[in-house]
């Protein structure tokens, strides 16, 4: 079993995600396969107390394969995809601004993602993502093209050194310029729910109203925590749901209308602002 460890799983002790992955195997069991060197990451053997990197690969069961990499061969449009939404690279480092309807990584019923393209674009299997958005979810991610500078973006991330801005589309009007939302938030296997203080994790989003047509308004959106459907949660749990938002919002639409538009890192001395994205703009027009 060869697993590529995301953000949700950086800083984690691998023997606490092994037993996630192997629920219904006992403790006893997983610690003689850290000895025996059944676990292994990125090729060597560790320690049940060590912990995950985003970027690291994860092999239970034995050693890493000893095989060549196999890219994908890539269709035309999705070279031109690969073109079209490069916003910024370096040596070590791509912007990319990913169009809705695209997945990140394989699973879930799809075979491959952004990143098994990328990497076969580049022909570096060393590409990852270090943010990520839902398939719905259009804007800006970054993918790093090394090891090394994947746990550095990590780092500036974990420490919250980056600033993650986005546009939101919503049914409803805010009843204040400038508002927050400030609650817990727990992932019950199916959706996220808002809970209790004593239950889940703390979370919170800034949020600027920055235009109204009719019934329809145009948000701004500003993460201080990064939990899943953190945004469409919290605009939904207020009466504010995002259109075309099929989980928690207004199922009227084939497009989420969710942007990230802006992102800035002073260690990087990174600022990219792509603006309002002209679909939000046309649809507005439409009311």
Known sequence: MEIEIDK???????????KKILADKPMSLIFKMFKKGDIRLNGKKVKENDRLSLGDILYIYGKAPNKNIEFIELSQDEMELIKKNIVLEDENFIVFNKPSKTVMHKGSGFDYGLVEILKSYYKNNDINFVNRLDKDTSGLVIASKN?????????????RNINKHYYALVKGIPKEKEFKVEVNLLDDGTKT?????NKGKESLTYFKHIKSNKNISLIECKIESGRKHQIRVHLSHIGLPILGDNKYGVRDSKEMFLNSYKLEIEELNLKIDKGIPKDFTDRMNKE
Do not use: C, N
Not at 8 to 18: A, L, P, T
Not at 147 to 159: P, Q, S, V
Not at 193 to 197: K, Q, R
């Open 147 to 159: 090891l090394e500078y994947t746990r550095k973006l990590a780092e500036i991330i974990r420490d």
């Open 8 to 18: 949700e799983y950086d800083g984690v002790r691998i023997d606490r995600y092994v």
């Open 193 to 197: 729910i808002v809970v209790g203080e």
